[in-house]
């Protein structure tokens, strides 16, 4: 199948990136994980909302744009080549939850208009031997913990899951943050005890689990396109012995598996991106299969940017960890290289 962008959807990336270039620099994104202790912009986040690209694929109804999965994957890959701080991706799937299981298309609104904030409480704790007990829903409310919810600490609503299904709680939040390596990622431990409504059957996050991991492989993407495109024009201009270091054939050859990775990556996410619009059969295989191959991926062409720049390469002042940093931060959100595999073997029937 020859997969190319429509008319809009080149001018959506287009415009897109020349939005993130003016919007999130990366000088501005260092001043803003150093000083502000939310880890982005509220000015940045209200012309996000301005953009229409927090309600991209909601309904017209709530004030969304009403586009598909591709058009989403698009503003994703973007979002990863600038390395952009913030929830957007949580964010967004979090609407996208919201507005799936039905009810409270007021807080959508607020979420599209950028008014509110809210992400997914999914994990329990990874600690073997600690006695918190697992988040429920009971008589009303939620109780118990979870661990490494994006922005918490910012969320004016949480959607967690539980046994039951998924709660809606309200906060503020008891929240503790937790050390990431990413500084423009931050994940929290949240202790739960609040009323909470019922939104949707556990199913739900089933169903949505090949969007989530899309969305996530999208902006893998991004992040290992624009790390690739920074060391090859590094490998052009850095001198060793005389001329570019790009022209020795061993850094030439890493090089072709980078590129070849990057693309393999490319035509991934967007047949699952398709699949996911089209509601193809095969749609959960292609999710899954995509999210673990660009985890796998940008590990490789990030690393690989990092060792060949050398010493530099992972000092504060050099862009590049940065990019390093998201890609390995996103190869565990939304489901983990290793989870999904299991989901791809299970879609396959294996």
Not at 135 to 143: A, E, Q, T
Not at 242 to 262: D, T
Request: hydrophobic share 45%.
């Amino acid at each position: 199948m020859k997969f190319e962008f429509s008319e809009d959807q080149r001018l959506l990336r287009d415009s897109t990136r020349d939005f993130l270039a003016a919007e999130c620099p990366l000088d501005k994104t260092r001043r803003t994980i150093e000083h502000d202790s939310r880890g982005f912009d509220a000015a940045t986040w209200a012309r996000f909302a301005d953009m229409g690209y927090l309600g991209l694929r909601l309904p017209e109804a709530v004030g969304g744009q009403g586009l598909g999965m591709i058009e989403l994957a698009i503003v994703l890959e973007e979002m990863g080549r600038a390395c952009a701080p913030g929830p957007y991706l949580d964010v967004v799937l979090a609407a996208t939850l919201l507005d799936e299981a039905g009810g409270r298309p007021r807080l959508v609104s607020d979420v599209a208009a950028g008014r509110k904030i809210v992400t997914i409480a999914r994990d329990d704790s990874p600690y073997a031997g600690d006695a918190r007990p697992a988040s429920r829903h009971d008589g009303g409310r939620v109780r118990g913990t979870k661990y490494f919810v994006p922005f918490a600490a910012d969320a004016d609503a949480l959607l967690v899951a539980t046994p039951q299904g998924v709660a809606l709680a309200e906060g503020p939040f008891a929240t503790t943050p937790l050390q990431t390596l990413d500084p423009a990622q931050r994940f929290s431990r949240v202790e739960f005890d609040h009323a909470a409504e019922l939104m949707a059957e556990p199913s739900i996050l089933a169903r949505l689990d090949p969007l989530m991991a899309t969305a996530a492989a999208a902006m893998l993407l991004g992040v290992m396109s624009r790390a690739f495109e920074i060391t090859l024009d590094y490998v052009k201009t850095r001198q060793a012995f005389g001329r570019p270091i790009g022209s020795f054939q061993a850094l030439q050859h890493r090089l072709a598996e980078m590129l070849l990775r990057v693309e393999s990556t490319r035509s991934a996410v967007y047949r699952a991106a398709w699949s996911i619009d089209n509601a193809e059969a095969d749609a959960a295989l292609a999710a899954s299969s995509a999210k673990a191959y660009a985890g796998d991926a940008s590990r490789l062409v990030c690393g690989e940017s990092i060792q060949m720049h050398g010493g530099i390469g992972f000092t504060w002042e050099l862009d590049l960890h940065f990019f390093f940093k998201r890609a390995k931060t996103l190869e565990c959100h939304y489901g983990s290289t290793e989870v999904q595999l299991e989901r791809a073997l299970a879609a396959a029937g294996l």
